[in-house]
Every structure is written in C-alpha cells, then in structure tokens.
C-alpha cells in the first residue's frame, strides 16, 4: 500500500469484539480467486448481533463477492467463515439452513414471475421452514406492509414497479426470519425516484436491530445507518472505521481518492 498515513488496523478498528456483540458473522483470513484474479485477499470481518456494516469501495474491488460468498453462492480457497459460531457448509441439506439463516437480496430482484407477490414471499417459509400455509400467509401479510407494498398482494411481480419489486424481496427474505442480511447493490438497478423508497425500507431495517452487511454506492444511506464503513480496494479491506470518521477523516490515499471522486458529484 502507498499510503503516508497507515490504515486501522483490524485490532483498533470498531468491529463486533470491541462492541462487545455477539459475533454472527466472521470471516477469517478468506481467499478467492477467478482463474489468475486474486479477487478476496485475506479478508478479516467480524460483525455483531445488530451491527449495520456497509462496504464501500471501487468497481473490482471484490465488494459483491465478499458478499456471495458469505451466503456460499461463491466458493473460496482458504480461509473459514461462521455463521453464528457454525462454519459454512458446502452443500446439502445443511447448506439450504444456512441460505434461510442468511438472506440475501440482490440487484435484481429474481422474484418468481409466475406467482402472486403474496406467494413470492410465503413460499420459503411453507417449503424450507416448514411453517404452515396460514401462519406464513399472515407473517408475510404484516411483511410486505412493512415495506409498503401490502396492497400489491394478489398482483404479479410485473405488474410492480422496481422500487415495489425490490421492496418485496426483501419482505421475501425477513419471512425466512433471518439471523443476518446481506444486501448487494441492492438499488442499482432502480431508476433514481425508486431508489429512496427502498433504502428508507432498509433504514427502518437497521434501526430496528437487524444485523445487516451492505454492498452500496449510495454514501447518504451509509452516513445514516451505518455503524461501520468497511473499504475495500483491489481484493482488500483497505480501512474500516465509523462512518464520521471514515467520511471526515479517511486514513488511506486509496480511501480519500475513492471519496474525492464520489463526493464531489
């Protein structure tokens, strides 16, 4: 790194030990790689029972990555993570727990064309969870409330807007009672009116005590409801600190380069 002022180190930096949190999530020392691409390089994250982490960072910084392969849908090399003190498992029936244990909403909103909003939402609660067909109709009916869009229950995912559908998505992944959630991009692919409908959703989320780790290029939403702001740059965690302090004070060339460019739009 060339940076004249070293970053936080992990032991300094404001993570779940420090807080005194009970750790849900813990990634240590993971590699990845895509062919000759060193794409996670010794990763380090712990992040509590409550605790709001948002990743920020450039394009191919590994930013998504880091975040697929804590749900498992990207493999890694070397490394552990725990999930609520349990190691990731590689597949099976094991492997489905974890999925509903992490939710994960995305880019796209990958919600079920073919079914009602209503059924989008109960059908993993019904199929994984178990959960009996009018238990999961009302749990998901007091959901896509929450996130507004409780009158949109009998319609079809197209007949939604973007901010609705990515609203029901992620009513679809709290149905599964989740012990974190994960969020990749999650208004990227909205149109800029739609984008503060969801991150408001995301919001109430947080504040509600939801452990959540967000990959975002939204910088209002992490000054608001973040606790932590963890930068990444080239595979690495270049810096992790407060959003304050990260905003206001960067440690890293890296870092301040990276908020220069974002900032000053």
């Avoid at 940076?3 to 404001?14: E, F, I, L, N």
């Avoid at 498992?89 to 880019?107: C, I, N, S, W």
């Avoid at 939604?160 to 990749?184: E, H, T, Y």
């Amino acid at each position: 790194m060339d940076d004249s002022t070293p970053a936080m180190t992990p032991a300094s930096s404001p993570d779940a030990a420090a807080s005194g949190r009970q750790p849900i999530v813990v990634v240590d020392q993971v590699n990845k790689h895509f062919g000759d691409l060193h794409v996670l390089k010794d990763i380090d994250l712990t992040v509590g029972k409550g605790d709001v982490v948002v990743v920020l960072g450039p394009s191919g910084s590994g930013k998504s990555t880091l975040c697929r392969t804590i749900n498992r849908l990207e493999t890694f090399e070397s490394g552990k993570i725990l999930i609520d003190g349990q190691p990731l498992p590689e597949e099976g029936k094991a492997l489905a727990q974890l999925r509903a244990d992490v939710g994960m909403v995305f880019q796209s909103f990958n919600l079920f064309a073919h079914k009602t909003i209503l059924q989008n939402v109960t059908l993993g609660p019904i199929k994984v969870r178990g959960v009996g067909k009018a238990a999961a109709e009302k749990h998901a009916l007091e959901l896509l409330d929450r996130v507004g869009v409780g009158q949109q229950k009998d319609k079809y995912p197209a007949q939604l807007s973007g901010g609705q559908q990515q609203r029901v998505a992620i009513a679809r992944s709290l149905a599964m009672d989740p012990k974190v959630m994960l969020f990749d991009e999650p208004t990227s692919a909205l149109d800029p009116e739609m984008i503060n409908e969801v991150l408001d959703v995301m919001t109430g989320l947080a504040k509600s005590g939801m452990t959540m780790i967000v990959v975002t290029h939204e910088m209002g939403f992490a000054r608001r409801a973040a606790d932590r702001v963890v930068f990444m740059a080239d595979g690495e965690i270049v810096e992790q600190n407060t959003p304050e302090e990260f905003f206001t004070n960067a440690q890293s060339n890296r870092a301040k380069d990276f908020l220069s460019k974002i900032l000053s739009h």
